[in-house]
C-alpha cells in the first residue's frame, strides 16, 4: 500500500467559527476512510475546548503530530499556489512575519486563516 499511517497533532490553535474566537482545538477521534487504516485521507474529528462543540477535518488540512518536539520545523513562505496545513507557521512576505495557520475556507478559491502577531486574522488564498 503506499498510503502511510498518519497520526494529527492531538491540539492545535484554530479559529472557532462558533466562538468567532481563536480557541485549542483537541483531537476527538478518527474516522478512518476506506477499511480500517487511518491515513491522510482519513477524517477526524476535532472539538473546540472553549464551546465544546465538534468539527471535522480531512488529513489532508492538518498537520502530523510531531514526532520529535526538538525538531525544528522548516516554515514556508506563502504562496498563493501552495497547500498548508493547519497549525503550519508560515512566513509572509509582504507583512514581513510569521503566521500560524488557524483555519480553512473551503470555497472556490480556497482559503486558509492565518493568525499574525501584528497584521491579525487574514484570509489567504491558497491551492490556486
Ligand atoms: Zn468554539
Redesign the pocket.
Known amino acids: 500500500m503506499s498510503s502511510s499511517l498518519f497520526s494529527p497533532a492531538d491540539e492545535f490553535e484554530i479559529f472557532?467559527r462558533?466562538?468567532e474566537?481563536i480557541?485549542i482545538a483537541h483531537l476527538d477521534r478518527c474516522i478512518a476512510g476506506n477499511g480500517k487504516i487511518v491515513d491522510r485521507n482519513s477524517v477526524f474529528e476535532y472539538y473546540?475546548t472553549?464551546?465544546m462543540?465538534t468539527f471535522c477535518y480531512s488529513g489532508t488540512d492538518i498537520l502530523e503530530q510531531r514526532k520529535n518536539s526538538i525538531e525544528i520545523f522548516e516554515q514556508r513562505s506563502y504562496t498563493p499556489t501552495d497547500h498548508f496545513f493547519i497549525g503550519e507557521v508560515i512566513h509572509h512576505k509582504q507583512f514581513k512575519e510569521c503566521g500560524t495557520v488557524v483555519g480553512k475556507d473551503n470555497g472556490s478559491p480556497s482559503k486558509i486563516v492565518v493568525k499574525f502577531p501584528k497584521s491579525g486574522l487574514r484570509r489567504l488564498v491558497q491551492d490556486m
Open positions: 472557532c462558533f466562538c474566537k480557541t473546540c472553549r464551546c462543540k
